[in-house]
């Protein structure tokens, strides 16, 4: 590992300069991750608008956040995927499909949420 060697406010120093990197290189290399970075930006000021309280906001806010966690893990299942190997295989094709369906998963969330919320469904 990178900083195994290191403890206390350094680890957490070193933690979240490798946290921006991944940030920078899902920015980068990751255009879904930019396109649901940009409805977050959008949507997120919406949603604590139409909210009436915090468990409102925080419902709504927080399933956009699932979107984009989501999609950074679904980024690095298929990074990993092709560092191993690029080759077609079955297990690759299943690991990258599963990974896209819990982006999927995610995305239906948001809606759902949303109505459930704002129309007290």
Do not use: Q
């Not at 970075?37 to 806010?61: C, Q």
């Amino acid at each position: 590992m990178r900083y195994n060697h290191v403890r206390g406010l350094r680890h957490v120093i070193k933690a979240f300069g490798f946290s921006m990197a991944g940030f920078r290189d899902a920015l980068r290399f990751e255009e879904a991750f930019r396109i649901e970075l940009t409805l977050f930006v959008i949507l997120a000021p919406i949603a604590i608008w139409l909210g009436h309280n915090g468990i409102e906001r925080a419902l709504m806010v927080g399933c956009l956040l699932l979107v984009l966690i989501t999609e950074l893990m679904n980024s690095a299942v298929e990074a990993t995927v092709d560092r191993i190997s690029e080759d077609d295989h079955d297990l690759a094709r299943r690991a990258k499909d599963i990974g896209s369906a819990a982006v999927f998963v995610s995305l239906v969330t948001v809606p759902v949420v949303w109505w459930l919320v704002l129309f007290d469904a």
